[in-house]
């Protein structure tokens, strides 16, 4: 039997839904020290002074740690060296953190930390792009350009001369929450020269690094362990770094363990969000449809810190185009600081917007044309051979036009007529898209992924791998694919909690990498088991290794039909003091790219998604549904293809909250939106049935073929949901989120 291509129900499903995992807030408090943090307040300032001698009458305060308790350096930047651990000078957005109050409580440190009395001497702050890159004076760094990418390829002059029809449109996409389930938090351990750190989180080795830095102590010094993880989707990416970093900070000057989580209002006040983009497309085509040109300007908010912008801003401008041909562009991508919470990564990493940008394009395009948007899209859309937009020559497994071919049958017999007499107006949208895997040639030095798979004597194998289950499934198949590399069945493997100490720097839980990162892994630690099983195998057996077969936990002689059971090698292996444990590694191949004019490889393989929705407009109410999603993903090869369904149901609600209702608000650069009462994430009312449709074109590179699903499963979304609301009222939306109120507003005028 094959373990991969067979769908398992998720090996961490009951533990979970009986309510038996321990995430970090269930574990028993041993007598932990806990931790608040102390906020500015204040958007933009100059500290005058920190005074908490109230907060230290209060009969359970412990301590006030702050900047002057830092060993090692006060900086937590993770690309660019720009976001102290505490503010010590300037504070730059609300929840810029001034210190924690240490108490023998957590609400009795929240209590306290209100206690804290701090003068800061207000600048005037800048909470646009606009206000942002037209500052003249007093910047947030060094200037409010945070980051800058490109991409210069061909002429476009010559391309818009040769174009028949010239379009530009402005689109704007809007801030979004992660709203995991599960809020941030860790449990700082010391231990005399080392610390030891559990936490919700999405990439230890981050960590481990900031920490060190912190501290002033050697890497190897630091241990993270990822406690059980309530979601992340990009939120517990950067964000974790600082929180333990201050926790250690704690409970290295205390010499004991300190814990903190976030409230949820402490979460959404403090944390990371989807990066809203302002977008100006100017796109030229033939007559016949054909992409000439395109002139692209992305500018993003970053917030008070560059965090991981510079990874959005990257992404956005290799991927600005879509997965389409076109000779002449000239893409640049800017990210601009404000006093805002610091953006960062989340679900696509700039992926979504780009795509909201490229796809309304092709349909308004298409409509001009004339052109079936089906039509127009398959006309230009890459195939194998094709360059992109960046003039990478793909050689292998683009299944972009199966994705479109595959999404747009399904429409065939859902013709929509639409009634005057109804005040129900029906609409189809497509969106397609490609994504990167992994990190890609501006992340390249850290895309390496590492795996320990061990042969336990009751017949068990336990495997570590360097990144992490925080809800997608990825204990799921890392152990379908070890079960498939090693010839054993996938309920005989366990999966050990992911620490520094197991594995080596896998780099970060991020960009779709798991399945391509941690399955070559696997194959490659296999490489030096397989032998060894054969070896062992055909001793007992007493025939040649080439007669031996290994498949569903059975070695079988096959001239004799002679078998023995993985447990009996596996307790032979240990009874003879033999190899029972091997490790894995695999490192992206090697891009040739050009940062300069950000051209070439700027992903070793990409997944291509083309995702068609149908939807509902009520014209007297503005309220959008989201009725069906036919969403065609080309994965290479399902590995779990339950798993993958799931993670396309998930995206897709991801996307039809930001697309309509989740509309987060801030007044002078606080969080007015606090909980879901008002931050509204789709519950099973708004989400739409949603067919998945699978495309298996093999990336010869992947693990059994197999690419990345996890972000392509939100990307087209929104833009589909766009395109839909627009081909069902006759009105352009070019801006989301499209809450009852704005699509309302638009169709009354
Ligand atoms: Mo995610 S945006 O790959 O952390």
Same mark, same amino acid.
């Given at each position: 039997?094959?373990?991969?291509?067979?769908?398992?129900?998720?090996?961490?499903?009951?533990?979970?839904?009986?309510?038996?995992?321990?995430?970090?807030?269930?574990?028993?408090?041993?007598?932990?020290?806990?931790?608040?943090?102390?906020?500015? $307040?204040?958007?933009?300032?100059?500290?005058?002074?920190?005074?908490?001698?109230?907060?230290?009458?209060?009969?359970?305060?412990?301590?006030?740690?702050?900047?002057?308790?830092?060993?090692?350096?006060?900086?937590?930047?993770?690309?660019?060296?720009?976001?102290?651990?505490?503010?010590?000078?300037?504070?730059?957005?609300?929840?810029?953190?001034?210190?924690?109050?240490?108490?023998?409580?957590?609400?009795?440190?929240?209590?306290?930390?209100? #206690?804290? @009395?701090?003068?800061?001497?207000?600048?005037?702050?800048?909470?646009?792009?606009?206000?942002?890159?037209?500052?003249?004076?007093?910047?947030?760094?060094?200037?409010?350009?945070?980051?800058?990418?490109?991409?210069?390829?061909?002429?476009?002059?010559?391309?818009?001369?040769?174009?028949?029809?010239?379009?530009?449109?402005?689109?704007?996409?809007?801030?979004?929450?992660?709203?995991?389930?599960?809020?941030?938090?860790?449990?700082?351990?010391?231990? +005399?020269?080392?610390?030891? #750190?559990?936490?919700?989180?999405?990439?230890?080795?981050?960590?481990?690094?900031?920490?060190?830095?912190?501290?002033?102590?050697?890497?190897?010094?630091?241990?993270?362990?990822?406690?059980?993880?309530?979601?992340?989707?990009?939120?517990?990416?950067?964000?974790?770094?600082?929180?333990?970093?201050?926790?250690?900070?704690?409970?290295?000057?205390?010499?004991?363990?300190?814990?903190?989580?976030?409230?949820?209002?402490?979460?959404?006040?403090? +944390?990371?969000?989807?990066?809203?983009?302002?977008?100006?497309?100017?796109?030229?085509?033939?007559?016949?449809?054909?992409?000439?040109?395109?002139?692209?300007?992305?500018?993003?908010?970053?917030?008070?810190?560059?965090?991981?912008?510079?990874?959005?801003?990257?992404?956005?401008?290799?991927?600005?185009?879509?997965?389409?041909?076109?000779?002449?562009?000239?893409?640049?991508?800017?990210?601009?600081?404000?006093?805002?919470?610091?953006?960062?990564?989340?679900?696509?990493?700039?992926?979504?917007?780009?795509?909201?940008?490229?796809?309304?394009?092709?349909?308004?395009?298409?409509?001009?044309?004339?052109?079936?948007?089906?039509?127009?899209?398959?006309?230009?859309?890459?195939?194998? $051979?094709?360059?992109?937009?960046?003039?990478?020559?793909?050689?292998?497994?683009?299944?972009?036009?199966?994705?479109?071919?595959?999404?747009?049958?399904?429409?065939?017999?859902?013709?929509?007529?639409?009634?005057?007499?109804?005040?129900?107006?029906?609409?189809?949208?497509?969106?397609?898209?490609?994504?990167?895997?992994?990190?890609?040639?501006?992340?390249?030095?850290?895309?390496?992924?590492?795996?320990?798979?061990?042969?336990?004597?009751? $017949?068990?194998?336990?495997?570590?791998?360097?990144?992490? @289950?925080?809800?997608?499934?990825?204990?799921?198949?890392?152990?379908?694919?070890?079960?498939?590399?090693?010839?054993?069945?996938?309920?005989?493997? @366990?999966?050990?909690?992911?620490?520094?100490?197991?594995?080596?720097?896998?780099?970060?839980?991020?960009?779709?990498?798991?399945?391509?990162?941690?399955?070559?892994?696997?194959?490659?630690?296999?490489?030096?088991?397989?032998?060894?099983?054969?070896?062992?195998?055909?001793?007992?057996?007493?025939?040649?290794?080439?007669?031996?077969?290994?498949?569903?936990?059975?070695?079988?002689?096959?001239?004799?039909?002679?078998?023995?059971?993985?447990? @009996?090698?596996?307790?032979?292996?240990?009874?003879? $003091?033999?190899?029972?444990?091997?490790?894995?590694?695999?490192?992206?191949?090697?891009?040739?790219?050009?940062?300069?004019?950000?051209?070439?490889?700027?992903?070793?393989?990409?997944?291509?998604?083309?995702?068609?929705?149908?939807?509902?407009?009520?014209? #007297?109410?503005?309220?959008?549904?989201?009725?069906?999603?036919?969403?065609?993903?080309?994965?290479?090869?399902?590995?779990?293809?339950?798993?993958?369904?799931?993670?396309?149901?998930?995206? +897709?609600?991801?996307?039809?909250?930001?697309?309509?209702?989740?509309?987060?608000?801030?007044?002078?650069?606080?969080?007015?939106?606090?909980?879901?009462?008002?931050?509204?994430?789709?519950?099973?009312?708004?989400?739409?049935?949603?067919?998945?449709?699978?495309?298996?074109?093999?990336?010869? #590179?992947?693990?059994?073929?197999?690419?990345?699903?996890?972000?392509?499963?939100?990307?087209?979304?929104?833009?589909?949901?766009?395109?839909?609301?627009?081909?069902?009222?006759?009105?352009?939306?070019?801006?989301?989120?499209?809450?009852?109120?704005?699509?309302?507003?638009?169709?009354?005028?």
């Amino acid at each position: 039997m094959e373990e991969i291509g067979k769908s398992y129900k998720r090996i961490d499903a009951l533990e979970k839904v009986l309510g038996q995992t321990k995430f970090l807030d269930d574990l028993p408090d041993e007598n932990f020290l806990h931790a608040a943090p102390v906020y500015s $307040g204040i958007p933009f300032g100059q500290i005058l002074s920190i005074d908490f001698s109230k907060a230290k009458s209060y009969p359970d305060f412990v301590d006030f740690i702050s900047a002057k308790d830092i060993s090692g350096e006060n900086q937590v930047g993770v690309i660019i060296e720009d976001q102290p651990l505490f503010a010590d000078k300037i504070v730059r957005f609300v929840g810029d953190v001034i210190g924690l109050i240490v108490a023998k409580s957590p609400q009795n440190a929240r209590d306290i930390a209100k #206690l804290v @009395e701090i003068k800061i001497e207000e600048l005037s702050p800048y909470f646009t792009i606009d206000e942002s890159r037209n500052a003249t004076e007093i910047f947030l760094h060094d200037s409010n350009l945070a980051c800058e990418h490109q991409v210069i390829r061909g002429d476009i002059e010559t391309g818009f001369t040769d174009a028949d029809l010239i379009i530009e449109e402005t689109f704007k996409t809007s801030v979004a929450e992660h709203y995991y389930l599960e809020p941030q938090g860790c449990i700082a351990f010391p231990k +005399t020269d080392k610390m030891k #750190l559990l936490g919700s989180l999405q990439c230890p080795f981050y960590i481990q690094k900031a920490v060190s830095r912190v501290l002033g102590i050697p890497l190897e010094n630091v241990e993270v362990e990822q406690s059980p993880t309530g979601g992340a989707f990009g939120g517990k990416e950067d964000v974790p770094s600082e929180l333990c970093a201050r926790v250690a900070v704690a409970a290295q000057k205390l010499g004991k363990p300190v814990k903190m989580v976030y409230s949820r209002k402490e979460d959404v006040q403090l +944390t990371s969000k989807r990066h809203p983009f302002q977008m100006r497309y100017k796109v030229g085509v033939s007559k016949s449809g054909k992409l000439l040109a395109a002139e692209i300007l992305l500018e993003e908010n970053a917030g008070a810190y560059a965090t991981l912008s510079s990874v959005v801003s990257y992404r956005a401008a290799m991927q600005a185009m879509g997965p389409y041909k076109i000779p002449n562009v000239k893409v640049r991508s800017k990210s601009y600081y404000t006093n805002l919470p610091p953006n960062g990564a989340f679900r696509g990493f700039g992926s979504p917007q780009a795509t909201f940008g490229h796809e309304r394009i092709m349909d308004i395009l298409a409509k001009k044309l004339g052109i079936d948007p089906v039509e127009f899209r398959m006309k230009n859309m890459l195939e194998v $051979g094709d360059e992109t937009m960046t003039g990478q020559k793909l050689t292998s497994s683009v299944g972009a036009k199966e994705t479109l071919q595959n999404a747009s049958e399904r429409i065939n017999n859902n013709i929509i007529q639409n009634n005057n007499n109804s005040h129900y107006l029906e609409g189809i949208g497509i969106a397609s898209c490609h994504y990167g895997n992994c990190l890609g040639a501006a992340g390249w030095h850290l895309d390496g992924a590492g795996v320990n798979i061990k042969i336990r004597k009751n $017949g068990k194998i336990s495997v570590a791998f360097g990144l992490v @289950e925080m809800g997608q499934g990825a204990e799921t198949v890392v152990a379908q694919m070890t079960a498939q590399a090693l010839g054993v069945t996938t309920e005989i493997i @366990e999966i050990l909690p992911t620490s520094t100490i197991h594995v080596p720097d896998s780099g970060p839980s991020v960009a779709s990498r798991n399945v391509v990162m941690t399955g070559n892994a696997i194959r490659n630690a296999a490489e030096e088991l397989l032998p060894i099983l054969k070896k062992v195998s055909a001793e007992i057996l007493n025939c040649d290794q080439e007669n031996i077969e290994i498949k569903n936990c059975f070695a079988k002689n096959l001239k004799s039909e002679r078998k023995i059971t993985f447990s @009996e090698i596996a307790g032979y292996l240990h009874l003879n $003091g033999m190899k029972t444990q091997s490790n894995g590694w695999w490192h992206v191949p090697e891009l040739d790219y050009d940062s300069e004019t950000g051209t070439g490889d700027a992903y070793f393989t990409y997944s291509y998604a083309t995702q068609i929705v149908k939807v509902r407009v009520d014209r #007297l109410t503005g309220i959008v549904k989201v009725e069906k999603i036919w969403a065609a993903h080309d994965i290479g090869k399902a590995i779990n293809p339950a798993g993958l369904q799931a993670q396309v149901e998930g995206g +897709t609600a991801q996307g039809i909250g930001w697309a309509l209702t989740e509309n987060f608000k801030y007044e002078h650069g606080k969080a007015v939106t606090q909980n879901l009462s008002t931050y509204l994430i789709p519950t099973a009312q708004n989400t739409a049935k949603v067919e998945t449709i699978l495309v298996e074109d093999s990336e010869p #590179l992947g693990p059994w073929g197999a690419k990345g699903i996890g972000e392509p499963a939100i990307i087209p979304t929104a833009a589909a949901i766009a395109n839909a609301v627009s081909n069902a009222t006759g009105i352009e939306f070019n801006e989301i989120p499209m809450t009852p109120e704005n699509v309302l507003e638009k169709i009354e005028s």
